[in-house]
Protein backbone atom coordinates (compact mmCIF):
# COMPACT_ATOMS: atom_id res chain seq x y z
CA UNK A 1 0.00 0.00 0.00
CA UNK A 2 2.75 2.42 0.65
CA UNK A 3 3.50 2.37 -3.52
CA UNK A 4 -0.50 3.35 -3.70
CA UNK A 5 -0.03 7.08 -2.30
CA UNK A 6 3.12 9.61 -1.85
CA UNK A 7 3.71 12.63 0.56
CA UNK A 8 0.94 14.93 -0.42
CA UNK A 9 2.14 18.20 -1.44
CA UNK A 10 1.67 20.84 1.57
CA UNK A 11 0.75 23.99 -0.60
CA UNK A 12 -2.12 22.30 -1.84
CA UNK A 13 -2.56 19.29 0.44
CA UNK A 14 -6.65 18.71 0.20
CA UNK A 15 -6.85 18.92 -3.35
CA UNK A 16 -3.27 16.30 -3.93
CA UNK A 17 -5.68 13.84 -1.34
CA UNK A 18 -8.67 14.12 -3.39
CA UNK A 19 -6.30 14.01 -7.00
CA UNK A 20 -4.63 10.78 -5.61
CA UNK A 21 -7.23 8.92 -4.34
CA UNK A 22 -9.31 9.40 -7.11
CA UNK A 23 -6.46 8.22 -10.13
CA UNK A 24 -6.15 5.61 -7.96
CA UNK A 25 -9.08 4.30 -8.83
CA UNK A 26 -10.02 5.88 -12.26
CA UNK A 27 -6.84 4.13 -13.16
CA UNK A 28 -7.64 0.72 -11.84
CA UNK A 29 -5.00 0.75 -9.11
CA UNK A 30 -8.33 0.64 -6.96
CA UNK A 31 -10.83 -1.70 -8.00
CA UNK A 32 -14.65 -1.91 -7.33
CA UNK A 33 -15.24 -3.22 -3.43
CA UNK A 34 -11.91 -2.88 -2.40
CA UNK A 35 -11.28 -0.97 1.32
CA UNK A 36 -9.09 2.22 1.64
CA UNK A 37 -6.38 1.92 4.42
CA UNK A 38 -7.44 2.90 8.33
CA UNK A 39 -7.25 6.58 8.48
CA UNK A 40 -4.83 6.87 10.82
CA UNK A 41 -2.03 4.60 8.20
CA UNK A 42 -3.98 6.78 5.35
CA UNK A 43 -3.03 9.87 7.11
CA UNK A 44 0.58 8.30 7.74
CA UNK A 45 1.01 7.34 3.81
CA UNK A 46 -0.14 10.83 2.89
CA UNK A 47 1.80 12.69 5.29
CA UNK A 48 -1.66 15.13 6.01
CA UNK A 49 -3.61 15.61 9.45
CA UNK A 50 -7.12 14.04 10.45
CA UNK A 51 -9.46 16.82 9.49
CA UNK A 52 -7.89 17.22 6.06
CA UNK A 53 -7.95 13.85 5.38
CA UNK A 54 -11.63 13.13 6.54
CA UNK A 55 -12.55 16.27 4.79
CA UNK A 56 -11.24 15.21 1.32
CA UNK A 57 -13.12 11.55 1.99
CA UNK A 58 -16.37 13.69 2.28
CA UNK A 59 -15.65 15.14 -1.35
CA UNK A 60 -14.88 11.45 -2.67
CA UNK A 61 -17.72 10.18 -1.42
CA UNK A 62 -20.21 13.17 -2.61
CA UNK A 63 -18.55 12.70 -5.99
CA UNK A 64 -19.73 8.80 -5.83
CA UNK A 65 -16.55 7.22 -6.05
CA UNK A 66 -16.24 5.75 -2.74
CA UNK A 67 -19.01 4.95 0.27
CA UNK A 68 -18.00 5.86 4.12
CA UNK A 69 -19.30 3.09 6.29
CA UNK A 70 -19.62 3.42 10.05
CA UNK A 71 -19.60 0.88 12.62
CA UNK A 72 -17.03 -1.99 13.39
CA UNK A 73 -15.75 -3.13 10.15
CA UNK A 74 -16.46 0.12 8.65
CA UNK A 75 -14.25 2.17 6.18
CA UNK A 76 -14.04 3.44 3.14
CA UNK A 77 -15.04 1.43 -0.06
CA UNK A 78 -14.34 1.93 -3.19
CA UNK A 79 -17.73 2.35 -5.68
CA UNK A 80 -18.38 1.80 -9.00
CA UNK A 81 -17.75 4.40 -11.11
CA UNK A 82 -21.48 4.96 -12.97
CA UNK A 83 -23.18 7.43 -15.51
CA UNK A 84 -24.37 9.13 -12.34
CA UNK A 85 -20.99 10.43 -11.94
CA UNK A 86 -20.53 11.74 -15.50
CA UNK A 87 -23.49 13.35 -15.70
CA UNK A 88 -23.79 15.43 -12.63
CA UNK A 89 -22.33 18.35 -13.31
CA UNK A 90 -23.98 19.03 -16.39
CA UNK A 91 -27.63 18.10 -14.66
CA UNK A 92 -26.71 20.88 -12.48
CA UNK A 93 -25.33 23.36 -15.58
CA UNK A 94 -28.50 23.15 -16.69
CA UNK A 95 -30.95 22.71 -14.13
CA UNK A 96 -29.28 26.25 -13.15
CA UNK A 97 -29.73 27.48 -16.56
CA UNK A 98 -26.10 28.38 -16.63
CA UNK A 99 -25.68 27.08 -20.24
CA UNK A 100 -26.88 29.77 -23.20
CA UNK A 101 -29.60 28.41 -25.27
CA UNK A 102 -27.78 29.03 -28.08
CA UNK A 103 -24.75 26.70 -26.80
CA UNK A 104 -27.56 24.25 -25.66
CA UNK A 105 -29.21 24.17 -28.86
CA UNK A 106 -25.77 24.01 -31.13
CA UNK A 107 -24.37 21.42 -28.94
CA UNK A 108 -27.97 19.41 -29.43
CA UNK A 109 -27.67 19.74 -33.18
CA UNK A 110 -24.64 17.96 -33.48
CA UNK A 111 -25.29 15.73 -30.79
CA UNK A 112 -28.88 14.52 -31.83
CA UNK A 113 -28.36 14.72 -35.26
CA UNK A 114 -26.20 11.90 -35.24
CA UNK A 115 -27.82 9.98 -32.67
CA UNK A 116 -30.70 9.72 -35.39
CA UNK A 117 -28.13 8.91 -37.93
CA UNK A 118 -26.93 6.17 -36.24
CA UNK A 119 -30.19 4.94 -35.11
CA UNK A 120 -31.40 4.89 -39.14
CA UNK A 121 -28.48 2.93 -39.68
CA UNK A 122 -28.94 -0.09 -37.19
CA UNK A 123 -32.89 -0.08 -35.38
CA UNK A 124 -33.66 -3.39 -35.50
CA UNK A 125 -37.90 -4.42 -35.71
CA UNK A 126 -38.40 -4.10 -32.71
CA UNK A 127 -36.93 -0.59 -32.36
CA UNK A 128 -38.90 0.71 -35.32
CA UNK A 129 -41.84 -0.79 -33.57
CA UNK A 130 -41.44 0.80 -29.81
CA UNK A 131 -40.71 4.55 -32.30
CA UNK A 132 -44.27 3.94 -33.51
CA UNK A 133 -45.85 3.41 -30.26
CA UNK A 134 -43.87 6.53 -29.06
CA UNK A 135 -44.96 8.18 -32.06
CA UNK A 136 -48.50 7.43 -31.96
CA UNK A 137 -48.67 8.46 -28.28
CA UNK A 138 -47.04 11.80 -29.36
CA UNK A 139 -49.94 12.29 -31.61
CA UNK A 140 -52.82 11.54 -29.55
CA UNK A 141 -51.24 14.60 -27.32
CA UNK A 142 -50.47 16.63 -29.62
CA UNK A 143 -54.49 16.85 -31.01
CA UNK A 144 -55.34 17.49 -27.98
CA UNK A 145 -53.74 21.31 -28.07
CA UNK A 146 -52.11 22.85 -25.07
CA UNK A 147 -54.52 21.03 -22.63
CA UNK A 148 -52.33 18.21 -22.66
CA UNK A 149 -48.97 19.95 -23.53
CA UNK A 150 -47.38 18.60 -20.20
CA UNK A 151 -47.71 15.13 -21.56
CA UNK A 152 -47.00 16.07 -25.31
CA UNK A 153 -43.62 17.06 -23.70
CA UNK A 154 -43.12 13.66 -22.05
CA UNK A 155 -44.02 12.05 -25.18
CA UNK A 156 -41.30 14.07 -27.07
CA UNK A 157 -38.66 13.15 -24.69
CA UNK A 158 -39.41 9.60 -25.00
CA UNK A 159 -39.13 9.37 -28.11
CA UNK A 160 -35.57 11.44 -28.49
CA UNK A 161 -34.79 9.09 -25.61
CA UNK A 162 -35.56 5.71 -27.75
CA UNK A 163 -33.23 7.25 -30.36
CA UNK A 164 -30.50 7.51 -28.03
CA UNK A 165 -31.10 4.35 -26.56
CA UNK A 166 -31.18 2.52 -30.37
CA UNK A 167 -27.38 3.53 -30.28
CA UNK A 168 -26.46 1.45 -27.42
CA UNK A 169 -23.75 4.11 -26.98
CA UNK A 170 -24.27 4.98 -22.74
CA UNK A 171 -22.52 8.77 -23.32
CA UNK A 172 -25.70 9.62 -25.63
CA UNK A 173 -27.46 7.65 -23.47
CA UNK A 174 -26.47 9.28 -20.27
CA UNK A 175 -25.61 13.01 -21.82
CA UNK A 176 -29.23 12.74 -23.66
CA UNK A 177 -31.37 11.71 -20.68
CA UNK A 178 -29.52 14.29 -18.40
CA UNK A 179 -30.57 17.23 -21.42
CA UNK A 180 -34.14 15.87 -21.74
CA UNK A 181 -34.55 15.33 -17.94
CA UNK A 182 -33.73 18.74 -17.21
CA UNK A 183 -34.72 20.97 -20.36
CA UNK A 184 -37.98 21.85 -19.69
CA UNK A 185 -36.61 24.65 -17.44
CA UNK A 186 -35.87 26.32 -20.35
CA UNK A 187 -39.53 25.39 -21.83
CA UNK A 188 -41.30 27.19 -19.10
CA UNK A 189 -38.87 30.14 -19.15
CA UNK A 190 -38.94 30.66 -22.84
CA UNK A 191 -41.48 28.48 -24.76
CA UNK A 192 -44.68 29.24 -25.54
CA UNK A 193 -46.32 26.04 -26.65
CA UNK A 194 -49.53 26.34 -28.10
CA UNK A 195 -51.41 24.30 -31.02
CA UNK A 196 -49.75 25.11 -33.90
CA UNK A 197 -45.79 24.79 -32.24
CA UNK A 198 -47.13 21.28 -30.84
CA UNK A 199 -48.31 19.76 -34.02
CA UNK A 200 -45.43 21.15 -35.77
CA UNK A 201 -43.61 19.38 -32.74
CA UNK A 202 -45.16 16.16 -33.58
CA UNK A 203 -44.55 16.27 -37.66
CA UNK A 204 -41.05 17.21 -37.03
CA UNK A 205 -40.93 13.74 -35.00
CA UNK A 206 -43.31 11.73 -37.42
CA UNK A 207 -41.18 12.99 -40.73
CA UNK A 208 -37.63 11.61 -38.15
CA UNK A 209 -39.17 8.23 -37.41
CA UNK A 210 -40.25 7.54 -41.41
CA UNK A 211 -36.47 8.56 -42.17
CA UNK A 212 -35.46 6.48 -39.44
CA UNK A 213 -37.62 3.50 -40.76
CA UNK A 214 -36.46 4.03 -43.81
CA UNK A 215 -32.52 3.69 -43.37
CA UNK A 216 -32.25 7.27 -44.33
CA UNK A 217 -29.27 8.78 -42.18
CA UNK A 218 -28.08 11.39 -43.26
CA UNK A 219 -31.91 12.91 -44.06
CA UNK A 220 -32.81 11.64 -40.42
CA UNK A 221 -30.01 14.15 -39.71
CA UNK A 222 -31.18 16.86 -41.52
CA UNK A 223 -34.08 16.58 -39.87
CA UNK A 224 -33.34 16.43 -36.31
CA UNK A 225 -30.57 19.76 -36.67
CA UNK A 226 -33.71 21.60 -38.49
CA UNK A 227 -35.85 20.54 -35.67
CA UNK A 228 -33.90 21.37 -32.80
CA UNK A 229 -33.00 24.65 -34.80
CA UNK A 230 -36.54 25.87 -35.08
CA UNK A 231 -37.37 25.67 -31.88
CA UNK A 232 -34.33 26.98 -30.43
CA UNK A 233 -35.31 29.96 -32.99
CA UNK A 234 -39.25 30.26 -30.67
CA UNK A 235 -37.33 30.16 -27.60
CA UNK A 236 -34.57 32.91 -29.07
CA UNK A 237 -37.48 34.72 -29.72
CA UNK A 238 -39.30 34.62 -26.58
CA UNK A 239 -36.10 35.45 -24.99
CA UNK A 240 -35.57 38.78 -27.18
CA UNK A 241 -38.89 40.08 -26.32
CA UNK A 242 -38.82 39.30 -22.21
CA UNK A 243 -35.45 41.16 -22.08
Known amino acids: MESLFRTTRQSRVFRDVVDQIQEAIIDGRLQTGD????????????KTSRSTLREAL????????I??????GGGSVVRSVSTDQVTESLDLLIRSQK??????????????????????????AQNLRKLELLLKNAKFYADQGPAKLEEFLKADKDLHLAFASITGNLVYISVLQTIHNNIYRYYD???????????????????IVDTVKHGQAETARLLAKRHVR?????????QAVQQ
Open 35 to 46: KLPAERELKDLL
Open 58 to 65: RVLEQKGL
Open 189 to 207: RYLSMKDREMKENYQDLKA
Open 67 to 72: EIKLGV
Open 230 to 238: RFYEYMHQH
Open 99 to 124: ISLIHLADFREGVEGEVVAIAARTAS
